[in-house]
């Protein structure tokens, strides 16, 4: 049982956009900055989002990120193919003293 | 090139041990938090240990703690995973990747090295 807790799916049409939400409580998504991952199909993850809203040079701006109180989400607009993996967030929990991950969503572009 | 390379995975019986390493390249190794994750097939990403830059602060989520030792020689640029006591539920692809200091922020990530715990 995950910390965060993530939709296990998402999917859309391409052209279209789709949300990823992740929830969690005051000691870890209510106080630090939220982390997003993505991870293609056979390989290790790769980090899309930092500090809640910033995206890595190189990620593009189709994907972005928000915090509302105690849950985070991941936006991507005009979805393609290649956006097809799995998404996950993480965050520093004060509580555990340790960071967490959401138990990951898998975004399908039908 | 920011680089990470795993190895030493491997099938072992339940009980037994495993120390797999994971080798730095393109960075200044002796400058950052490493830390270790696992992957169960098919699962999500579970966070494992950390270890600071010089060594001196260690930190293990608490269902390994007991049985499992990271440790970093920074001369060759090598964080290690010692894994003792291995149970079935220890299956998994471990990443080994850099972060930092109270963050969840790990970049670059390693390819994975899987390990496989079964009688």
């Known amino acids: 049982q995950s910390v965060l807790t993530q939709p296990p799916s998402a999917s859309g049409t391409p052209g279209q956009g789709v949300t990823i939400s992740c929830s969690g409580s005051?000691?870890?998504?209510?106080?630090?900055?939220v982390y997003w991952y993505q991870q293609l199909p056979g390989t290790a993850p790769k980090i899309v989002i930092y500090?809640?809203?910033h995206r890595p040079s190189g990620v593009p701006d189709r994907l972005s990120a928000s915090k509302s109180g105690t849950s985070a989400s991941l936006a991507v607009s005009g979805l393609r193919s290649e956006d097809e993996a799995d998404y996950y967030c993480a965050v520093w929990d004060d509580s555990l003293s340790g960071p967490v991950f959401g138990g990951g969503t898998k975004l399908t572009v039908l | 090139e920011v680089q990470l390379v795993e190895a030493g995975g491997d099938a072992v019986q339940p009980g037994g041990s495993l120390r797999l390493s994971c080798e730095a390249s393109?960075?200044?190794?002796?400058?950052?938090?490493m830390h270790w994750v696992r992957q169960a097939p098919g699962k999500g990403l579970v966070w494992v240990s950390r270890?600071?830059?010089?060594?001196?602060?260690?930190t293990y989520a608490d269902f390994v703690k007991g049985r499992i030792t990271i440790s970093r020689d920074n001369a060759r640029g090598i964080v290690y995973l010692q894994m003792n006591s291995l149970r079935v539920e220890d299956t998994a692809t471990y990443y080994c990747?850099?972060?930092?200091?109270?963050?969840?922020?790990?970049?670059?990530w390693g390819q994975g090295t899987p390990v496989t715990v079964s009688a």
């Open positions: 990747a850099r972060g930092m200091s109270g963050s969840p922020w790990f970049d670059p």
């Open positions: 393109g960075f200044i190794f002796s400058h950052y938090w």
């Open positions: 005051s000691s870890n998504i209510g106080r630090n900055y």
């Open positions: 500090k809640t809203t």
């Open positions: 270890i600071n830059s010089d060594g001196s602060n260690i």
